[in-house]
């Protein structure tokens, strides 16, 4: 069975039709989930930089989950992803 995964997407550009429920390869990363969301949303990187969407916060289940775990944290059946944006300023 393929993995079904809930997306939510907060204030994200290009990724305003939240919720929804993706399925997604078995072995699939939240690494790869943001790079196949920054791909949909149209977000250009250099060939040098991974097109992925850094600039926010992902939860998983419920859990943040910071950016140097995205590559390890794989997703499965049932999963909630909600991603905002990161804001910053004074």
């Known amino acids: 069975m393929t993995p079904n995964v809930t997306i939510t997407a907060k204030g994200v550009?290009?990724?305003?039709?939240?919720?929804?429920v993706l399925q997604v390869p078995h072995g699939s990363t939240l690494a790869w989930l943001l790079d196949r969301l920054a791909e949909r949303a149209g977000e250009k990187g250099s060939?040098?930089?991974?097109?992925?969407?850094?600039?926010v916060i992902v939860?998983?289940?419920g859990r943040?989950?910071?950016v140097?775990?995205?590559?390890?944290?794989i997703?499965?059946?049932?999963?909630?992803v909600e991603i905002m944006p990161l804001l910053v300023g004074g």
């Open 64 to 66: 943040y989950v910071p």
């Open 68 to 73: 140097a775990e995205l590559d390890a944290r």
């Open 75 to 80: 997703l499965q059946d049932g999963d909630r």
């Open 47 to 55: 060939p040098n930089e991974r097109r992925t969407l850094r600039n």
């Open 59 to 61: 939860t998983l289940n």
């Open 13 to 20: 550009p290009g990724l305003e039709d939240s919720p929804r």
